[in-house]
């Protein structure tokens, strides 16, 4: 093929004639091993006001992974149209590499390869360049690969052993297939105790799933204990994930260890206690279980002496795997201290970045009484008629030594203006202080919910582990296609584990301290159901809970911080009682008063919405101030932006380049004005010119009796556009779609008008070109 000719294909046209082909011949088979355009991360989704998109401009996708076997990826190969150099791909095919933990990285632009080499001996260079017909065959690169990830020839079978595949064809993301693959090279290596770090809402129990599948299959594990310490974690991995393992799982109840399974669920609750005869797990040789799971491994299975440790030091010779999202590192207990370093990490932050996690915007809400303390009168006795202690009261006092019934139904009164001001059926959690606060809570928002509560008594539920009520309505409550309970209050029992998909509000009006518990109630909000409509999640609080997004440990690596003293036992103590996180509530009954008091007014001091920013910290900034940004970032100057307006010979290819940077031009109408069309928002938001409506601009083409040089049908298309363009804007003439509807279809069809009153699709397609051109001219008047 001439060079020529070859610079005038496309990219898709470079891959189809040169590149794949080039691949095939090497030896890699087409089905089996070559994807082509595997996206990577579907890109971050941004939050202004109300309102949300993904930014498609930080999508990731390869446009080409190779594969040993399925899910087991080796190289990444980026692929350029040939106008540009052979190595022009390269860097973008390394931060694939990167993503991937490939160590073999390629580029081309249908001419040649470049390629990159993480694994290069002493004699040879790291980048290279090389023939079309040279591409490296499959067995090369593995072996590279094996080199880079320490993979042995005994260890092969095992870390190619098949993933399960679904009906659903439901694939792992990367990070999962990351995960999944570093904990079985963990295993084949020999190593017994592995701990896997996933931000909740990342997929850690179907990432379990394909361990235990895999492992099981090799037959490297016959019997599985999964041990977790909520029954509904326990009964949502049986129905879900892990249903394909069918009749050789079990759940243990009453109990009982059945020597007739292989794979089991269990509460530790279920096969430990304090007394001897509770622990049924001794019935059975220390040898019986082959591999132990244990899910959100941070509460209880890192102190010494806790419950879990005892199970895990009677099957000490099975493979051990902790599971968390948040590993625990205080001066009292330590996960990694048990575990070890993590084998693999996947951050909420990461996980945001990425899109696979919702991001978040918080309102932070500050009250008079929690800010500026309350100090009772002299002599003044609360409700029951007791006096009250003369001191000052602070924020850390309310609701869990004073009760000011008036901050309550404030409390409750906000939340129910944001609802009724968003979505009143969004999912709401409120995590109270404890259960009788969250019963208090519970009430206030019944009298503030009003009509809502009235039509359906389930609208609020108070979901606590005394209530055997609200725990009947926890299922409900997470479930998509269930419309009520809408709100959930509750002071422990939500804080982790409860898959609560739809959950779009977390409200906290509790206070926290602990990162730990920040992250898990910050968890209950972080995942996307897009079928459901839920994008991002709000955090409503009133207690500078969100302080801790300050903190430097926020979604940090886990770093062991237990210094013991000479003297002092080197394995993490108990967690002092403060720190202690296991059970669904905190014991209520603590012997300290309650001062309850109905008649002191409070108010709202102060109130500041923040969102995440590109660099993960939260920034006060409204959707006008974010597109201004991304405008700008795009088209540097109000001249830049016109001549590319004026240039694009549809204006949609604007409005969508746009799109890819989060700005949706009718979101940004709703607040600017929705009589502005697209160019006058662009131009007023970005560069700060005076804007003109769809309708005015339509009404000075008319002035300038454009339309004369047009026969009488032609003006009456044209005419008809320009009433369409005042009422729906650019993107509706711009479609050939239209001319299908009233008025046009009174003229003749679609194909009538073009070919008929115009002269053809390209006459037709000037017609359109120059009326935009003066819908959009500099001098507007007439």
């Known amino acids: 093929m001439e060079s020529k000719d070859k610079k005038a294909l496309s990219e898709t046209d470079i891959c189809d004639l040169f590149i794949t082909p080039a691949i095939r011949d090497a030896g890699w088979d087409a089905i089996k091993q070559i994807r082509r355009e595997v996206t990577l991360t579907p890109g971050p989704i941004v939050v202004r006001g109300n309102i949300s998109s993904r930014n ?152 379990t799933f394909q361990i235990i599948w895999r492992l099981w299959k090799a037959k490297q594990v016959k019997r599985i204990l999964f041990l977790a310490d909520r029954n509904i974690l326990v009964d949502q991995t049986l129905v879900n994930d892990f249903k394909p393992f069918g009749s050789v799982m079990t759940k243990i109840k009453n109990r009982k260890l059945d020597p007739a399974y292989e794979i089991y669920l269990g509460l530790y609750q279920a096969i430990t206690g304090p007394a001897e005869e509770d622990k049924i797990f001794k019935n059975v040789s220390r040898d019986f279980f082959d591999m132990i799971v244990i899910d959100e491994c941070h509460r209880g299975s890192a102190a010494d002496d806790s419950a879990w440790r005892e199970i895990l030091d009677y099957f000490k010779d099975a493979i051990q795997l902790g599971l968390t999202a948040t590993p625990k590192e205080t001066k009292y207990v330590s996960s990694t201290d048990y575990f070890g370093k993590p084998v693999y990490t996947y951050s909420l932050k990461q996980g945001i970045e990425d899109g696979f996690l919702a991001p978040y915007k918080v309102v932070r809400i500050d009250i008079d009484k929690d800010i500026q303390g309350w100090t009772p009168p002299p002599g003044m006795t609360d409700d029951l008629g007791k006096a009250i202690e003369n001191r000052t009261y602070n924020r850390a006092d309310m609701d869990r030594i004073l009760v000011l019934n008036q901050r309550t139904k404030l409390v409750a009164k906000r939340v129910m203006q944001y609802l009724l001001a968003t979505d009143p059926y969004a999912k709401t959690i409120i995590f109270c202080e404890d259960i009788d606060h969250a019963e208090r809570m519970r009430v206030a928002i019944v009298n503030a919910a009003g009509q ?55 409200v906290l009006d509790k206070t926290i301290s602990s990162m730990t518990t920040f992250k898990q109630i910050i968890g209950r909000g972080t995942r996307i159901d897009e079928e459901f409509g839920k994008f991002f999640f709000t955090i409503m609080d009133f207690k500078k809970a969100t302080e801790l997004f300050r903190d430097p440990d926020f979604d940090g690596e886990p770093v062991v911080i237990y210094e013991p003293d000479d003297d002092d036992d080197p394995v993490p103590p108990d967690p002092a009682p403060e720190d202690e996180e296991d059970g669904d509530e905190v014991n209520e009954e603590t012997g300290v008063y309650k001062v309850r008091v109905s008649g002191v007014p409070v108010r709202i001091i102060a109130e500041r919405v923040e969102y995440l920013g590109p660099d993960g910290t939260l920034i006060t900034e409204s959707y006008r101030d974010f597109t201004r940004k991304q405008i700008q970032s795009e088209f540097a100057s109000l001249d830049e932006f016109l001549q590319r307006w004026h240039g694009a010979k549809k204006k949609q290819a604007i409005i969508d380049l746009l799109e890819d940077y989060g700005i949706v031009l009718d979101n940004l109408a709703a607040e600017v004005g929705k009589d502005y069309g697209d160019f006058d928002l662009i131009a007023h938001i970005a560069y700060d010119q005076p804007p003109l409506t769809r309708k005015e601009r339509a009404n000075n083409v008319k002035k300038r009796n454009y339309f004369t040089k047009y026969g009488e049908q032609a003006r009456a298309v044209l005419n008809a556009l320009l009433e369409k363009y005042a009422d729906e804007g650019i993107s509706t003439i711009e479609s050939a779609k239209v001319l299908k509807l009233k008025p046009f279809s009174d003229i003749g069809t679609p194909v009538e008008i073009i070919n008929k009153v115009f002269g053809g699709k390209d006459q037709y397609e000037t017609a359109i070109q120059e009326l935009e051109q003066e819908l959009y001219k500099q001098d507007q008047t007439a």
């Open 56 to 207: 498609k401009k930080k999508k990731k996708f390869a446009d080409y992974v190779l594969y040993w076997e399925p899910g087991v990826p080796v190289a990444v190969v980026e692929a350029k149209d040939n106008n540009h150099t052979v190595s022009h791909g390269l860097q973008q095919a390394l931060g694939y590499a990167e993503i991937l933990q490939v160590p073999s990285a390629f580029s081309s632009n249908g001419d040649a390869f470049a390629g990159h080499n993480k694994t290069p001996k002493p004699t040879e260079d790291i980048e290279t360049e090389f023939a079309l017909d040279a591409f490296l065959p499959p067995e090369q690169l593995w072996q590279r690969y094996k080199q880079f990830r320490g993979i042995t020839d005994q260890n092969e079978k095992l870390v190619i052993q098949p993933y399960y595949e679904d009906s659903n064809s439901k694939e792992p993301r990367y990070y999962q297939v990351e995960a999944i693959n570093r904990t079985i090279e963990a295993v084949a290596n020999h190593q017994k105790r592995v701990l896997l770090v996933m931000a909740t809402g990342t997929g850690k129990t179907y990432t």
């Open 452 to 506: 809502l509560a009235l039509d359906n008594p389930k609208y609020v539920m108070r979901i606590t582990g005394d209530s055997l009520e609200g725990k009947a309505e926890l299922d409900n409550f997470i479930d998509p296609e269930s419309k009520f309970p809408v709100i959930a209050t509750t002071s422990e029992l939500l804080t982790t584990g409860v898959d609560a998909k739809t959950c779009k509000l977390i």
